[in-house]
Structure formats: C-alpha cells, structure tokens
C-alpha cells in the first residue's frame, strides 16, 4: 500500500505562484511514473503532468505548459508541482497519483494510488 498526501494548496491571487508537495509514504515511489490532476467544480478530472521515475523526463498538458513545473525528489519520496503566473482557472483540487506504466500517460485511468487532494484557488 501507498499513502500520497499532497499539501501546498491555498488561496493566491492571479498571477502569483504556489508550491505543491506529493508525500509519499508505506512504499516507495521511486521507481514509477508519478503524475498531477486537477478537478475543478462540476468538471472531469484533468491530467496535468507526469514525471519519470528518473525525474529527467516529464509531460505537461498544454494548458499549463510553460507555467507549470512537475519534479521530484526520490530520496525524500516527494513530487512537486511548481505553479507560476496561475490563472483563475486553474482553480480545481489537485491530486497527485502513481502510474501504472513505465512511461508517460495522461489516462488518469492508468494510475493506480491517489491522494485525497489540496485545493488551489486564484482568485482574480
């Protein structure tokens, strides 16, 4: 079994930045694919990147590209999602999941663990 605990979320204003941090803990995560949704009110859940097990590959969907970083840290069990110039919508919760695959995948249907989410809020 895998716990994934996810924290960094709040309230930030159009255009500033947060910090999201994936925990990981009963096993390690070091060798799968780790990946970042986001669910927003009355919408489907959303892949947003995915991350290597190496951390030297990743895979950002285009509406976050270019403002979003995904990385990770295998000595400390933890993914992060760096969130620059955020937009108010990209509002939603997000959750961090491990992968299934050995590459990169946006089908939230191919991860397996999930954690319970942090809300992000940008107002505007």
């Known amino acids: 079994q895998v716990q994934l605990v996810e924290s960094g979320g709040g309230l930030v204003q159009a255009g500033g930045s947060l910090r999201l941090s994936c925990a990981a803990s009963?096993?390690?995560?070091?060798?799968?694919?780790m990946g970042w949704f986001r669910q927003a009110p009355g919408k489907e859940r959303e892949f947003v990147a995915s991350?290597?097990?190496?951390?030297?590959?990743?895979y950002h969907a285009d509406s976050v590209k270019g403002r979003f970083t995904i990385s990770r840290d295998n000595a400390k069990n933890t993914v992060y999602l760096q969130m620059n110039s955020l937009k108010p919508e990209d509002t939603a919760v997000y959750y961090c999941?491990?992968?299934?695959?050995?590459?990169?995948?946006?089908?939230?249907?191919?991860?397996?663990?999930w954690g319970q989410g942090t809300q992000v809020t940008v107002s505007s």
């Open positions: 991350v290597s097990w190496t951390g030297g590959s990743t």
């Open positions: 999941a491990r992968s299934t695959t050995g590459g990169a995948t946006d089908d939230l249907w191919r991860y397996d663990y």
């Open positions: 009963g096993r390690t995560i070091s060798s799968y694919v």
